[in-house]
């Protein structure tokens, strides 16, 4: 049987970024994959023949250069189709408000009231979010002790944050734990730019914009100045560079390779067996599922109580739906140019409007008026279809886990018509131009991903479960009690979307780890 150094359990971009980094570093490494390819969350999907579209997420937006350069993703084939994608907020009268890195405006160019108000408020969250950044790429301080080196790394953010003046010390320590709600109404008045902006405030989560807390997630978004890109050849491409990566640092990959169980001898792992009886040997085991399904597959009687209360406690209650469109043509937004149709449209009418929603899914309810973050990806990429037309990629959120009728045909023909109409609306044709189209409900999307309640972060990206308490108090620092066994996936620090940043935090964590005992 092959001795391994590390088994790595899961192909994502965690998944894949852990192996990159733990190969890379000489230690002997298997990538076992459930799916016949990579990527999870962030693989492409084909919505009819010779139409490929990103199945689920469809944008980077924290993926940056460290990363794209300590794996060598640039030499494995990663590419941006667009960068800096300007975010385009519908408003039914045609006049849509632009969000930019360089300011805010119509679409028709015209000057929009509150613009400066709001470029100082995402001045000032971008500013914060620089500093909370600077923690992203080390394992979170332990609650239980603080060696020197972490409390270097916090004195040194604590400097940090002294250093940008009294008025913005004062202003980061009032708004850190506050809800994107009132600090974003505290300067600019509601409407199409204020949800557009509070939109990074929610998506992904069961959160609303009232929620404690979102002005942290948000922060979390605007790491790199909020820019959002789009991806060459769609995720799909993405996770083939981190595959690549991987493979080029050593690392074996196994696919159609799913985990049944873990092997644990006194309380150590020692391997896996695969669900045909395959058994696999290793020293380590990194696992890119969520904390709960992790302790399953280890045996949750090497676990104490509290550790169970506590993974069971993790909110991850999904939100999220993702619709993807064939078009026969492109679809023609009234009000926009070219570019703007490559850019990121978002329907987000207002704050208000982001709460109704909210209220909605929490009560099992399809929404009446969707929220979404959609592109039309072909119109940068045209290799993502053969022939003519397009794809439309659509972000759904405030779609709830337990629809009160159930998840069926109907039910996601019924989300599909609940979207389709909406961007008719915009876009009058579209509706006419649709050849087929695909619905993932959050029940779809555990079933296919593993992702619990299909939550696209495995967690809620919320105060309560960031940084030192993310995924929970005692797992926070990636090792779990069993001696050899590591978390790497989104659940963990720093978060969700496609960075590879847990993945590489939990690989190193596992490198420092002295005498085979976890890093405390």
Same mark, same amino acid.
């Given at each position: 049987?092959?001795?391994?150094?590390?088994?790595?359990?899961?192909?994502?971009?965690? #998944?894949?970024?852990?192996?990159?980094?733990?190969?890379?570093?000489?230690?002997?490494?298997?990538?076992?994959?459930?799916?016949?390819?990579?990527?999870?969350?962030?693989?492409?999907?084909?919505?009819?023949?010779?139409?490929?579209?990103?199945?689920?997420?469809?944008?980077?937006?924290?993926?940056?250069g460290a990363e $794209?350069?300590? *794996?060598?993703?640039?030499?494995? #084939?990663? =590419?941006?189709?667009?960068?800096?994608?300007?975010?385009?907020?519908?408003?039914?009268?045609?006049? +849509?408000?632009?969000?930019?890195?360089?300011?805010?405006?119509?679409?028709?160019?015209?000057?929009?009231?509150?613009?400066?108000?709001?470029?100082? !408020?995402?001045?000032?969250?971008?500013?914060?979010? %620089?500093?909370?950044?600077?923690?992203?790429?080390?394992?979170?301080?332990?609650?239980?002790? $603080?060696?020197?080196?972490?409390?270097?790394?916090?004195?040194?953010?604590?400097?940090?944050?002294?250093?940008?003046?009294?008025?913005?010390?004062?202003?980061?320590?009032?708004?850190?734990?506050?809800?994107?709600?009132?600090? $974003?109404?505290?300067?600019?008045?509601?409407?199409?730019?204020?949800?557009?902006?509070?939109?990074?405030?929610?998506?992904?989560?069961?959160?609303?914009?009232?929620?404690? #807390?979102?002005?942290?997630?948000?922060m979390y978004r605007?790491?790199?100045?909020?820019?959002?890109?789009?991806?060459?050849?769609?995720? %799909?491409?993405?996770?083939?560079?981190?595959?690549?990566?991987?493979?080029?640092?050593?690392?074996?990959?196994?696919?159609?390779?799913?985990?049944?169980?873990?092997?644990?001898?006194?309380?150590?792992?020692?391997?896996?067996? !695969?669900?045909? %009886?395959?058994?696999?040997?290793?020293?380590?085991? *990194?696992?890119?599922?969520?904390?709960?399904?992790?302790? @399953?597959?280890?045996? @949750?009687?090497?676990?104490?109580?509290?550790?169970?209360r506590r993974a069971?406690?993790?909110?991850?209650?999904?939100?999220?739906?993702?619709?993807?469109?064939?078009?026969?043509?492109?679809? @023609?937004?009234?009000?926009?140019?070219?570019? *703007? +149709?490559?850019?990121?449209?978002?329907?987000?009418?207002?704050?208000?409007?982001?709460?109704?929603?909210?209220?909605?899914?929490?009560?099992?309810? *399809?929404?009446?008026?969707?929220?979404?973050?959609?592109?039309?990806?072909?119109?940068?990429?045209?290799?993502?279809?053969?022939?003519?037309?397009?794809?439309?990629?659509?972000?759904?959120?405030?779609?709830?886990?337990?629809?009160?009728?159930?998840?069926?045909?109907?039910?996601?023909?019924?989300?599909?018509?609940?979207?389709?109409?909406?961007?008719?609306?915009?876009?009058?044709?579209?509706?006419? =131009?649709?050849?087929?189209?695909?619905?993932?409900?959050?029940?779809? $999307?555990?079933?296919?991903?593993?992702?619990?309640?299909? +939550?696209?972060?495995?967690?809620?990206?919320?105060?309560?479960?960031?940084?030192?308490?993310?995924?929970?108090? %005692?797992?926070?620092?990636?090792?779990?009690?069993?001696?050899?066994?590591?978390?790497?996936?989104?659940?963990?620090?720093?978060?969700?979307?496609?960075?590879?940043?847990?993945?590489?935090?939990?690989?190193?964590?596992?490198?420092?780890?002295?005498?085979?005992?976890?890093?405390?």
């Open positions: 049987m092959t001795q391994y150094d590390a088994i790595v359990i899961g192909a994502g971009h965690n #998944g894949l970024a852990a192996a990159a980094t733990l190969a890379g570093a000489g230690r002997k490494v298997v990538v076992l994959e459930k799916n016949t390819m990579p990527g999870g969350m962030a693989a492409n999907t084909t919505i009819a023949p010779g139409f490929e579209c990103p199945a689920m997420a469809h944008l980077l937006s924290n993926l940056d $794209i350069a300590t *794996l060598g993703l640039d030499g494995h #084939g990663f =590419s941006l189709a667009e960068t800096d994608l300007p975010t385009v907020s519908l408003c039914p009268e045609g006049k +849509h408000v632009v969000l930019e890195s360089k300011g805010v405006r119509h679409s028709d160019g015209t000057p929009l009231v509150g613009e400066q108000e709001f470029l100082a !408020l995402r001045a000032r969250l971008v500013r914060f979010a %620089g500093k909370l950044a600077e923690l992203k790429r080390r394992p979170p301080p332990g609650l239980s002790s $603080i060696d020197l080196r972490e409390a270097l790394a916090l004195g040194k953010l604590a400097l940090g944050i002294r250093r940008m003046g009294k008025e913005d010390t004062r202003e980061f320590l009032r708004v850190l734990l506050s809800n994107s709600y009132d600090t $974003i109404l505290d300067e600019v008045e509601d409407g199409p730019l204020a949800g557009a902006f509070a939109l990074d405030s929610v998506l992904g989560g069961h959160i609303g914009p009232r929620s404690p #807390g979102t002005v942290l997630t948000l605007l790491a790199n100045g909020g820019a959002k890109h789009l991806p060459r050849g769609g995720m %799909g491409a993405v996770m083939c560079a981190f595959e690549a990566s991987a493979k080029a640092a050593g690392a074996e990959i196994r696919y159609g390779a799913a985990v049944d169980r873990m092997l644990v001898e006194e309380d150590r792992t020692v391997g896996v067996v !695969l669900a045909d %009886g395959t058994e696999i040997s290793g020293a380590k085991v *990194l696992s890119s599922l969520d904390p709960r399904t992790t302790m @399953v597959l280890a045996g @949750v009687e090497h676990f104490d109580a509290e550790m169970i069971r406690n993790i909110r991850a209650k999904g939100c999220t739906a993702k619709v993807n469109l064939a078009l026969a043509a492109a679809p @023609v937004f009234a009000g926009l140019s070219d570019e *703007l +149709h490559r850019g990121r449209l978002v329907h987000a009418p207002s704050l208000a409007d982001l709460e109704k929603a909210f209220n909605r899914a929490k009560y099992g309810e *399809l929404p009446t008026s969707p929220v979404f973050e959609a592109t039309i990806p072909s119109l940068s990429d045209p290799g993502l279809v053969d022939g003519e037309g397009h794809v439309m990629s659509i972000v759904v959120q405030y779609v709830p886990y337990a629809l009160k009728t159930g998840w069926t045909a109907e039910s996601r023909d019924a989300l599909a018509d609940i979207v389709v109409d909406c961007l008719d609306q915009f876009a009058p044709g579209l509706k006419a =131009s649709v050849i087929a189209r695909q619905v993932l409900s959050p029940v779809d $999307i555990e079933a296919e991903t593993g992702a619990p309640g299909g +939550h696209w972060h495995h967690g809620e990206m919320i105060a309560d479960q960031m940084l030192m308490l993310r995924p929970a108090p %005692g797992i926070e620092r990636y090792a779990l009690p069993v001696e050899g066994l590591y978390l790497c996936g989104a659940s963990t620090h720093p978060g969700g979307d496609v960075t590879g940043i847990p993945g590489c935090n939990a690989a190193k964590a596992s490198l420092q780890a002295k005498m085979g005992r976890a890093a405390a």
